[in-house]
């Protein structure tokens, strides 16, 4: 089977946990004393129902303040495919938390309270979206059951939401589903109030979204990540490179250059727990031989020649700024991508991004907080990279402060 990553976002009560608590309960995904210590839980804070938020919102300050502040990850199964949930909080000094549940997403599922329409949360949520190139949009519509299960409500938000988002460009699809995650209504079960939408239920369509074509299989890229060397009787000359296929295809007999070196070879073997494999693709974890005896050590790059990537030390990259501190002038920072760890100064503050409008602010020399914008960068040795729309795990990276050891931001290529 394969697997599907999503993350839901939303406004503060949209009903993000609640809609993940009843895909885990309609999908038969809990076991009888998780649901037995909710609906205790529910009992103690006098709740008139099962309040299923509370599979997700695990956190003392979460449940006393009935919101999500940390990302909650879930994991479930249906015959058909396996998921990954990220619950990332909608409150706007979270920001940060939710750029980190959805960067490695398939598939965001965008709620908007169908009291409430399309709001500034919203915008914010789509524009974080469409940065981080999540290809696949469910815009789920809550609370249908507060408005009557009115379809003119249901049109109008479509309607005001397809406006906004016709400013986004990297998103290939977005489906428009009514729910009320508190009753079930089109989340597991095609719902009985709503028989003027002729759409498929929330967890059919998560089963049956095509996310195959995302990973970028034409560009060859293995960033190294160790080396081993077993040193036994057994495998007494083994030298393999283990790493992360990033994209591309390698096979046994394939023509590769190691970089930076510039140093060019052929794939000899490829090694995985279940023995030698014929081929290997992103993202699989494998040991590659070579045929000859190359100089190669984390932070290298396997590629072929045919689409080689960026080798520089000059970056241009949006970023999203986690820390309390606001960014230095010039800050110098660690910068970590792929397997490769160097120091790198914030040349120039290019712009931030007004996530309401848009529009782009320019003049400000520094980032706080869940600030979006673009900046430049000099490292000190080069990188060895792609830019994000072409490839998310080698066009992406983080940046620590060396001081504290603490990931203040994160970055996208361009």
Same mark, same amino acid.
């Given at each position: 089977?394969d697997l599907?990553?999503?993350?839901?976002a939303g406004s503060?009560?949209?009903g993000k946990?609640?809609?993940?608590?009843?895909?885990?309960?309609?999908s038969?995904?809990?076991f009888?004393?998780?649901? +037995?210590?909710?609906?205790?839980s529910? %009992?103690?804070r006098g709740?008139?129902?099962?309040n299923?938020?509370l599979?997700t919102d695990?956190?003392k300050?979460?449940r006393?303040?009935?919101?999500t502040?940390?990302?909650?990850y879930?994991?479930f199964?249906?015959?058909?495919?396996?998921?990954?949930?990220?619950?990332?909080?909608?409150?706007?000094?979270?920001?940060?938390?939710?750029?980190t /549940?959805?960067?490695?997403?398939?598939?965001?599922?965008?709620l908007?309270?169908?009291?409430?329409?399309?709001i +500034?949360q919203?915008?914010?949520h789509?524009?974080?979206?469409?940065?981080?190139?999540?290809?696949?949009?469910?815009?789920?519509?809550?609370k249908?059951?507060l408005?009557d299960?009115?379809?003119q409500?249901?049109?109008q938000?479509?309607?005001?939401?397809?406006?906004?988002?016709?400013r986004?460009?990297?998103?290939?699809?977005i489906?428009?589903?009514p729910?009320s995650?508190?009753?079930?209504?089109?989340?597991v079960d095609?719902s009985q109030?709503?028989?003027w939408?002729?759409?498929?239920?929330l967890l059919?369509?998560? =089963?049956h979204?095509?996310i /195959?074509?995302?990973?970028?299989h034409v560009?060859?890229?293995?960033?190294v990540?160790w080396v081993? %060397?077993p040193?036994s009787?057994?495998?007494?000359?083994?030298?393999?490179?283990?790493? %992360?296929?990033?994209?591309g295809?390698?096979k046994?007999?394939?023509?590769?250059?190691v970089?930076?070196?510039?140093?060019?070879?052929?794939?000899?073997?490829i090694?995985?727990?279940?023995?030698?494999k =014929?081929?290997a693709y992103a993202?699989?974890?494998?040991?590659?031989?070579?045929?000859? =005896?190359?100089d190669i050590s984390?932070?290298?790059?396997?590629?072929?020649?045919?689409?080689?990537?960026?080798v520089?030390q000059d970056?241009?990259?949006?970023?999203?700024w986690?820390?309390?501190?606001p960014?230095?002038?010039?800050a110098k920072?660690?910068?970590r991508?792929?397997t490769? +760890?160097t120091k790198?100064?914030?040349q +120039?503050?290019?712009?931030?991004?007004?996530?309401?409008?848009?529009?782009?602010v320019?003049?400000l020399?520094t980032?706080a907080?869940n600030?979006?914008?673009?900046?430049?960068?000099?490292?000190?040795?080069?990188?060895?990279h792609?830019?994000?729309?072409?490839?998310?795990?080698? /066009?992406s990276?983080?940046?620590?402060?060396? /001081?504290?050891?603490?990931?203040?931001?994160?970055g996208?290529?361009?």
């Amino acid at each position: 089977m394969d697997l599907l990553r999503f993350t839901t976002a939303g406004s503060v009560d949209d009903g993000k946990s609640t809609l993940i608590g009843r895909l885990l309960y309609d999908s038969k995904s809990i076991f009888e004393d998780q649901l +037995e210590a909710v609906e205790e839980s529910s %009992r103690k804070r006098g709740d008139e129902h099962v309040n299923l938020a509370l599979l997700t919102d695990g956190l003392k300050a979460e449940r006393e303040q009935g919101i999500t502040i940390d990302v909650a990850y879930r994991y479930f199964a249906t015959p058909k495919r396996k998921f990954i949930i990220a619950d990332t909080p909608g409150h706007i000094q979270y920001t940060r938390n939710m750029v980190t /549940g959805a960067s490695t997403a398939n598939l965001a599922i965008i709620l908007i309270d169908a009291r409430k329409g399309v709001i +500034e949360q919203t915008k914010r949520h789509s524009f974080i979206a469409n940065l981080l190139r999540i290809q696949h949009l469910v815009v789920a519509i809550n609370k249908m059951d507060l408005v009557d299960y009115s379809e003119q409500v249901y049109d109008q938000i479509v309607e005001d939401y397809r406006a906004m988002a016709s400013r986004l460009g990297n998103i290939v699809d977005i489906t428009f589903i009514p729910i009320s995650a508190l009753n079930g209504d089109n989340v597991v079960d095609k719902s009985q109030h709503m028989p003027w939408y002729q759409g498929p239920a929330l967890l059919y369509h998560l =089963e049956h979204v095509y996310i /195959g074509g995302e990973e970028n299989h034409v560009d060859a890229r293995f960033p190294v990540q160790w080396v081993i %060397r077993p040193m036994s009787d057994e495998w007494h000359d083994f030298r393999g490179y283990a790493g %992360r296929v990033a994209g591309g295809v390698f096979k046994p007999g394939d023509r590769v250059t190691v970089l930076p070196s510039g140093f060019s070879t052929r794939v000899k073997a490829i090694h995985s727990p279940d023995g030698e494999k =014929e081929e290997a693709y992103a993202p699989q974890s494998v040991c590659i031989t070579l045929e000859d =005896e190359i100089d190669i050590s984390r932070g290298d790059m396997l590629v072929k020649d045919n689409n080689p990537p960026e080798v520089t030390q000059d970056i241009e990259a949006m970023i999203c700024w986690f820390s309390s501190k606001p960014m230095p002038h010039r800050a110098k920072l660690i910068i970590r991508h792929t397997t490769r +760890e160097t120091k790198a100064v914030v040349q +120039e503050v290019k712009y931030h991004v007004d996530i309401n409008t848009l529009h782009k602010v320019e003049g400000l020399e520094t980032f706080a907080m869940n600030d979006i914008g673009r900046i430049s960068l000099r490292t000190a040795v080069p990188l060895i990279h792609d830019s994000y729309s072409r490839n998310r795990q080698t /066009g992406s990276f983080i940046l620590i402060d060396p /001081g504290t050891n603490e990931t203040v931001g994160a970055g996208m290529i361009v």
